[in-house]
C-alpha cells in the first residue's frame, strides 16, 4: 500500500524516520504541516498515484472534495507527528477517520471498545445477591457506594442523589447524624423514593433504621448494639447489611445476623486512615465468605493531597484485597469529583484482569499529566525581543467592562446588563465579537486568557476568580 505523506519543513525529519519501513513518500509542502491546501494536495496527487493519503492532525481545510475528484481516501493522521510511528503499523487494519484526528480517533474507538467489555463483562458476572437489580459480590464488578452526609439537612436532596447517580454512584448512602429523627428518615426516603436505583441508610440508630424499612435496601452498619434491636426485622424486608466488627469482632456479629435470618451479608472489616493504622487495619480485609465493604472514603477525607490518585490506588488495593463495594464522598471540596474517580478507577481494575498492569487499557484517570510528552521540533525565527512589561494602568474599552463568572458547568460574561453563556471559552469569545462588544486589542486579548482561564476552572472543577490566578 503506498502512502502519501505531506508534511511541513519543521516535521520533515519526524515523518521520514516514522515512515521508514512503510512504502511511504514523505512530500514537503511548506513551512508548517497544518497549512497544507487543497490545491496542492491536488497536485501532488495528479503527479503520482497513491493508495491514499495521510494528512497532519492539525489541518483546519477538507479534502474531501479532493478525495472525490481523485478516488484516493485522504485520512486525518494524529496532530503531532511524535505520534505517526503509533498510526503506521495499524494502517489498513483500521480505517481512520477523514474528520477526527487519528490519535483522538484512535482513543475514541479504544474507549469504546473499553466500554463494550465493560459492560459484557458484568452481564455475564456471577454474584452473591442482587440489590434492586445491581449485582454484589461474585465475580462483578466492584461496586461505589457514595454518602450524603446530614441527608436531613439537604435542601435539595433528590437533586443531590441524582447527581450522585449520574457520577457514577451505583448506590447512594443517606447518612443520619444523632440529631436525626424517625420523621427525617421517612422524609428524606419520602423525597427520593421514586429514584429506582439502589439507596442505602447509614446510622447507628435503632429507630432510624426502623424508619428507613420501607425504602432502603442496604443498612449501614450493624453490630452488637443494634443487632438485637432490628435485626430481624431486617430480614423480615429483605434489606442487605454492612456488618462492622463493633466490640465482639466480626465473627460473633456476623453469627448474629445470620441467626437474626439476614441473608445479604456484606463485611466491612473497618478501613483505618493513614496515620491512625491503615497498613495494618489490611490485614483483616482476608478471605472471607461474604462480600467485603472497603471505606476508602475515610482515608481520601482525612489526607490533604489531590484524590485523583489516592482513588485510583485504594481502587486497586481493594480489587487486590478481592472488595466487592467501595466507600466514597464528597463531604469537602478537595473531595468534589470523587464519585466520578472511584468509578473509572473500578473500571479499570476490571479490564485490566488478565494483564500484569492497568495501562494501556483505553481509559484512563491521567487528568494533568501526559501519558507522553509531545516533543515538537524547536521554533525557527531570525529575530527575536524579550517580552515588554504590560502596563500597570490600562485604557478601558469605551464599549464597556465585562464580568466573568461560572453558573453550573457554564461560563457566563455579562457587559451593559447583557449576558453571554457557553461551555467553550471559543463560543463565548466569538459571540462577543459577533455582537461588536469589544473594540481595543488588549481588552480582546484580556477576554481571551480569562475565558480560558474561566473554561480550565470548569474541565479541572476548580473555583475561577477573575484577575485571580488559576
Keep these: 500500500m503506498r502512502i502519501l505523506l505531506p508534511t511541513g519543513e519543521a516535521t520533515k525529519d519526524q515523518v521520514k524516520r516514522a515512515a521508514e519501513g512503510f512504502d511511504a513518500e514523505v512530500v514537503v509542502t511548506g513551512s508548517i504541516a497544518s497549512f497544507l491546501t487543497p490545491d496542492q494536495l491536488r497536485a501532488l496527487l495528479r503527479k503520482e498515484w497513491y493508495d491514499l493519503v495521510i494528512v497532519s492532525g492539525m489541518c483546519s481545510a477538507s479534502f474531501l472534495e479532493v478525495e472525490n475528484e481523485t478516488g484516493v481516501p485522504i485520512f486525518r493522521g494524529p496532530r503531532h507527528a511524535a505520534d505517526l510511528p503509533l498510526i503506521l503499523p ?39 445477591f442482587i440489590i434492586r437489580g445491581l449485582k454484589i459480590g461474585g465475580n462483578s464488578r466492584m461496586k461505589v457506594i457514595a454518602e450524603i452526609m446530614d441527608a436531613h439537612r439537604r435542601n435539595d436532596l433528590y437533586s443531590e442523589v441524582e447527581r450522585f447517580f449520574s457520577q457514577g454512584a451505583d448506590i447512594v448512602d443517606l447518612g443520619f447524624g444523632f440529631d436525626a429523627t424517625p420523621k427525617d428518615v421517612r422524609r428524606c426516603l419520602k423525597t427520593i423514593e421514586e429514584i429506582d436505583r439502589p439507596l442505602a441508610i447509614d446510622t447507628m440508630e435503632p429507630a432510624l433504621i426502623k424508619a428507613g424499612f420501607f425504602r432502603a435496601d442496604l443498612i449501614l452498619s450493624l453490630d452488637e448494639g443494634n443487632l438485637p434491636a432490628v435485626g430481624r426485622e431486617i430480614a423480615e424486608h429483605g434489606c442487605a447489611a454492612v456488618i462492622l466488627p463493633g466490640a465482639k469482632g466480626l ?102 484482569e488478565g494483564r500484569p498492569y492497568p495501562k494501556d487499557l483505553g481509559i484512563d484517570l491521567l487528568i494533568l499529566k501526559e501519558k507522553r510528552r509531545r516533543r515538537e521540533p524547536p521554533l525557527s525565527y531570525k529575530e527575536i525581543r524579550g517580552a515588554i512589561p504590560m502596563p500597570l494602568e490600562i485604557s478601558y474599552d469605551p464599549r464597556g467592562n465585562f464580568r466573568i463568572g461560572l453558573e453550573g458547568d457554564e461560563i457566563v460574561a455579562v457587559v451593559n446588563g447583557r449576558g453571554v453563556r457557553g461551555k467553550r471559552w471559543v463560543d463565548v469569545f466569538h459571540t462577543i465579537l459577533t455582537n461588536g462588544d469589544v473594540s481595543l486589542l488588549d481588552h480582546a486579548a484580556y477576554l481571551g486568557a480569562e475565558l480560558f482561564k474561566a473554561e480550565l476552572a470548569l474541565r479541572f472543577s476548580r473555583s475561577y476568580e477573575q484577575d485571580g490566578p488559576f
Excluded at 469504546?112 to 454474584?127: F, H, S, W
Design 251 to 352: 465473627s460473633e456479629n456476623v453469627a448474629a445476623a445470620k441467626e437474626a435470618g439476614i441473608s445479604c451479608l456484606i463485611i466491612d472489616p473497618v478501613l483505618l486512615p493513614v496515620c491512625s493504622g491503615l497498613t495494618g487495619s489490611l490485614s483483616r480485609f482476608t478471605a472471607l465468605p461474604y462480600p467485603l465493604f472497603f471505606g476508602a472514603g475515610n482515608v481520601v477525607e482525612l489526607f490533604d493531597a489531590d484524590s485523583i490518585g489516592m482513588n485510583a490506588l485504594l481502587a486497586g488495593i481493594a480489587h487486590e484485597l478481592g472488595a466487592s463495594i467501595i466507600f466514597t464522598s464528597e463531604h469537602s471540596d478537595k473531595t468534589m469529583g470523587c464519585i466520578g474517580e472511584m468509578r473509572r478507577a473500578i473500571e479499570m481494575m476490571v479490564l485490566a
Design 90 to 128: 495499524h494502517i489498513g487494519a483500521i480505517e481512520l477517520s477523514r474528520i477526527v484526528p487519528a490519535d483522538d480517533f484512535l482513543a475514541s474507538r479504544r474507549r469504546q471498545e473499553a466500554y463494550r467489555i465493560l459492560v459484557q463483562r458484568e452481564e455475564d458476572a456471577e454474584c452473591d
